[in-house]
């Protein structure tokens, strides 16, 4: 006899079952995540805030100021009776009662970074102040003097001597905070003493107006008074100074913005070893590579850094040139020049570092000493090259949208430009031309076609005709306007 099959089917109670217990696994799978979540997540923040509060300080500046000889509180400025109070009171003042000078006071925030009583806070909080007064959580009030400022980053150092070690916070790390991480901000807004506020990171990486700008933008609850207070990570760690706000009402919106500390540590780091910034100094200036002048450039893409002018500093003593764009410094890839300024301000001075750049399409290496940043001003004017003559009947010439003719010492008495400065003239930009649009304007003077010097109206054909032979749809133009240079490329009409 054959044996019967075996059935492997599964009975429906069985199926039941199965799915039956399935459901709760999932179930107290769901109710165990939750807790452990819930666990994980403080139901207060009070904790944090007892912890790092001690170390948050008030700050107090008094200002001498001149006093005022106008009928000031007795009527509104501008006010039609303002002559008369004036020479009522001028009446009856005596000649020995001149205008007495008045102490002016504000208010903002700091933070305490170490036990023998350093202090961080905005600059613009403590400039021009006479005297600096420090209040501490518990009540206590010291005189702080200044260490040094940054106005560049609007921090300052301010020292405090106490009896006993201060309560302190340390700095994190700015470049690991996430947008959505919670942050809390603490300090003396609008007077009102100390106080908490808490958010999330809204953006990283903002700039707002400085060279060096590296702000974390938040949510959380800023206001003026909060400036120089610190904006603390949950692990109770500083990664920004708060700084800013955008409102159009000088109240918070929920947009402020706190200086990255990963900026601050360093600036707070030379101010108490020099009192001072020292900055890394390349010499040079640079405009962003678009797309438009990468074209123009034959570039394969749009990144680095283009020096637009080279005065006298280390890049010129190393051998950058004009044109020159810079695709790598120290060893990291440049992708704009905000980035390139930043590294190039964060590096010591002195340091010799490896700048490649692209030239004439072609990639070499450059060793370049740095110089300091704050002696920049300081640096010697360039030689003053061998002017070429300049024609006596002035050749004008149409081209690109653009009215040209050579420069004449006449013109460059009018245009503000430098004896040695050669090149052609700008008389007239068409209207709604490509040079229009990209903002040429009657009175540049094109130095330079094709990365090519230029004098005379030829040069400026040939390097026109030196493009279309080689392809190029477009042509880069080196453009001064009162002295600053930047490069513009124009698109080149079919023949």
């Not at 020479?87 to 003042?93: I, K, L, S, V, Y």
């Not at 034959?298 to 010129?316: C, F, H, R, W, Y």
């Not at 229009?436 to 009657?442: H, Q, T, V, W, Y």
């Not at 749809?473 to 306007?481: A, D, I, P």
């Amino acid at each position: 006899m054959q044996p019967k099959a075996v059935a492997r089917t599964q009975t429906p109670a069985f199926s039941v079952a199965l799915r039956a217990a399935l459901v709760a696994l999932m179930t107290l799978t769901l109710v165990v995540l939750q807790t452990l979540a819930a666990q994980a997540k403080p139901e207060s923040l009070a904790p944090l805030a007892e912890k790092i509060s001690p170390s948050v300080v008030n700050i107090t500046t008094s200002t001498l100021v001149e006093g005022r000889t106008g009928p000031r509180g007795i009527v509104p400025e501008g006010s039609p009776f303002e002559d008369f109070f004036r020479e009522f009171q001028d009446r009856n003042r005596g000649d020995d009662d001149a205008p007495t000078p008045r102490r002016s006071s504000a208010l903002g925030s700091g933070f305490v970074i170490s036990e023998d009583g350093y202090v961080v806070t905005n600059n613009h909080v403590i400039e021009g102040a006479d005297e600096i007064t420090i209040e501490f959580f518990s009540g206590a009030e010291l005189i702080a003097k200044v260490i040094g400022t940054d106005p560049n980053t609007d921090i300052a150092l301010l020292k405090v001597e106490a009896d006993a070690p201060l309560p302190f916070v340390s700095f994190g790390d700015s470049d690991a905070a996430r947008v959505g991480d919670w942050v809390i901000a603490m300090g003396n807004p609008l007077g009102q003493g100390f106080s908490v506020s808490a958010g999330i990171v809204s953006a990283r990486n903002r700039a707002l107006s400085g060279t060096y700008d590296d702000y974390i933008q938040t949510d959380a609850a800023i206001n003026r008074g909060n400036s120089g207070g610190p904006l603390f990570n949950m692990d109770g760690a500083v990664i920004g100074v708060n700084t800013a706000i955008l409102s159009p009402n000088g109240g918070s919106i929920g947009i402020g913005f706190s200086m990255a500390a990963n900026v601050v540590t360093r600036v707070v780091d030379q101010l108490k070893e020099f009192g001072e910034t020292r900055r890394g100094w390349l010499g040079v200036r640079i405009q962003d590579v678009t797309q438009d002048v990468a074209d123009a450039m034959g570039l394969a893409s749009a990144t680095g850094a283009l020096i637009t002018d080279v005065p006298e500093g280390p890049a010129k003593e190393a051998g950058l040139e004009t044109g020159d764009v810079i695709l790598s410094f120290d060893g990291v890839d440049v992708a704009d020049t905000r980035g390139l300024v930043r590294q190039v301000g964060n590096s010591p001075v002195g340091a010799t570092v490896r700048v490649t750049v692209l030239r004439e399409g072609k990639s070499q290496t450059i060793a370049v000493v740095l110089g300091r940043r704050e002696d920049a001003n300081g640096a010697s004017a360039s030689d003053v090259e061998e002017q070429p003559e300049t024609p006596s009947t002035p050749e004008v010439s149409s081209l690109l949208g653009l009215t040209v003719t050579p420069l004449t010492d006449d013109m460059r008495s009018e245009l503000g430009a430098s004896a040695e400065m050669v090149g052609l003239a700008v008389t007239n930009v068409e209207d709604g031309s490509e040079a229009f649009e990209k903002g040429l304007r009657a009175g540049d003077i094109i130095t330079e076609a094709g990365q090519q010097k230029i004098t005379t109206i030829a040069d400026l054909n040939d390097r026109v005709a030196a493009a279309r032979e080689a392809g190029r749809k477009s042509l880069l133009l080196l453009v001064r306007r009162a002295g600053d240079p930047r490069f513009v490329a124009l698109t080149l009409d079919e023949e």
